[in-house]
């Protein structure tokens, strides 16, 4: 399982590996630019006949360059390496500078923008790959404007760009930040937050990791894992209906009654045993005939036309999992219902869609919430609601305030996106598969139905929660392979969910 880290996490295994495990910071540059040089002479040997350029800033991003230049060097010798910015002051990326000098390879030091303007009227135009090297996962802020030139010359050049650790100017903890588009992006030992959130995956190209030999013994507490397998509820060939779990999808009200329809088939799709739909009076009988194995059944009412506490629970004392919020509606009765099943649900809850916004409308309801049976499903704006944060502060830090939600209010937290993120006590699983076919109105309540299935199947709910996005997604993906990702429809999803080779 590979992991993912933060800036400071990466940066604290390298001192550790260091400092105290004896292993040579020369040694870790050594390993890491030799590794990737490998990695670019088996992609993309072609490029390397027609020349090389090499973008070295002046720390150890720099002197993985300058390492992968002297490995390169072996298969040839029309390498270029620009030194921007100031000398390297780091004494492994000086050592590995004064080494290509001793091998003829040509550097031209830029060290500003006048420098630069005069150089590039007279670069050479017979070169066909481009290696980022300037800055690692220690930037943060702005670019200087003359780095930007370069990497967008370059960039528009249609050059083949590949970046080292990361693409120059994308912040390791988030992925913004002012980057060009990289073809392949080597990131050295695991990757980090950058790689996967916000802008990352778009501007990182092809990701592939390499390992330098970091010690996993420091590797223990960090959280991030990369979900990139699905793991199957187990089910047994004499088993019986009741063995899969019995679903409860409460939601639906005049105008949304979709919602509730494709959350309850996408949880028989996906193998609960039996799925019931609790909706409401006016709109039951939507519900009627759109699927002959879902069993559907009016709230109960008390005589001032609210739920009745007492009946509706009693409706759900044989629940082995429920979802509550798929076009649920925003009203005092669906804010009333919230509460007496947040307040007395004996079985694993999954919380979504409007059942969200009116939590964020309920602190009361908080504490109630703490427990990992409870799964919570936002997209981005409704995590803002649940956390009392802005969407900058969002996007500025998204792994940390995932994290910070999931300690404070102890339950499973899944946040939708085109990276989701699904943290529980002490783990944040990162699930990439997915693409725009996703990005359609309904696709949360199937999500949503496929989590509550898998949890009847007794996954446990981090593990279902993770396992029903890794599948959502990848299913997405293997039918955009078919047809236009603009043409699938969420009920696409739904009819194909089995077609995942495990």
Request: aromatic share 6%; hydrophobic share 40%.
């Amino acid at each position: 399982m590979e992991m993912v880290l933060s800036r400071q996490e990466m940066q604290e295994m390298d001192r550790l590996t260091i400092s105290e495990f004896g292993i040579p910071a020369e040694t870790l540059m050594e390993v890491a630019g030799a590794k990737c040089a490998e990695i670019i002479r088996n992609v993309i040997p072609q490029d390397l006949d027609n020349g090389v350029v090499i973008l070295c800033g002046s720390g150890n991003n720099g002197g993985d360059g300058y390492v992968i230049a002297r490995h390169l060097f072996e298969v040839t010798e029309s390498i270029l390496i620009l030194s921007l910015g100031k000398p390297p002051i780091g004494k492994e990326a000086r050592m590995n500078r004064e080494r290509c000098e001793k091998l003829d390879i040509t550097i031209v030091d830029v060290p500003d923008a006048k420098t630069w303007e005069i150089f590039k009227e007279t670069t050479p135009s017979e070169f066909a790959l481009v290696i980022d090297a300037v800055y690692g996962i220690g930037f943060k802020g702005k670019l200087p404007a003359f780095v930007e030139d370069v990497l967008n010359t370059f960039r528009y050049s249609s050059l083949n760009m590949v970046a080292i650790d990361i693409p120059s100017g994308a912040d390791a903890n988030n992925g913004t930040g002012y980057v060009y588009r990289a073809d392949m992006t080597l990131a050295i030992e695991e990757y980090k937050y950058g790689h996967l959130l916000n802008q990352g995956p778009a501007h990182c190209g092809i990701l592939q990791r390499v390992p330098i030999g970091i010690p996993v013994i420091y590797k223990e507490t960090a959280p991030g894992v990369l979900q990139d397998f699905f793991i199957s509820p187990f089910r047994r060939e004499d088993a019986h209906k009741g063995n899969f779990g019995r679903i409860y999808v409460i939601g639906g009200s005049t105008g949304y009654t979709g919602s509730a329809r494709l959350c309850a088939k996408a949880a028989l799709r996906s193998g609960a045993g039996l799925v019931h739909i609790m909706s409401r009076r006016e709109v039951i009988c939507h519900y009627a005939a759109f699927a002959d194995e879902v069993m559907n059944f009016q709230i109960p009412e008390d005589p001032q036309g609210m739920p009745d506490a007492e009946a509706v629970l009693d409706k759900l004392a044989n629940a082995d999992c429920i979802v509550i919020g798929p076009g649920m509606g925003l009203d005092a009765y669906a804010q009333n219902l919230l509460e007496i099943v947040v307040t007395n649900a004996k079985c694993p809850l999954v919380i979504d869609a409007d059942a969200i916004t009116l939590l964020a409308r309920s602190p009361a309801l908080y504490p109630k919430l703490k427990s990992d049976n409870v799964v919570l499903t936002p997209h981005p704006g409704e995590f803002c609601r649940l956390a009392a944060i802005n969407p900058e502060q969002l996007t500025q830090d998204p792994a940390g305030e995932v994290l910070r939600l999931q300690e404070a209010w102890g339950c499973t937290l899944l946040l939708k996106g085109h990276t989701t993120m699904c943290c529980s006590t002490d783990e944040l699983n990162f699930i990439r598969t997915g693409n725009d076919a996703l990005a359609t109105g309904g696709s949360g309540d199937i999500l949503a139905g496929i989590i509550a299935s898998f949890i009847g199947q007794n996954l446990h709910p981090s593990i279902a929660a993770t396992s029903a996005a890794f599948l959502m997604g990848r299913t997405a993906e293997k039918l955009s392979g078919k047809r236009k990702s603009y043409s699938i429809l969420p009920s696409d999803i739904i009819e194909h969910l089995g077609d995942l080779d495990e």
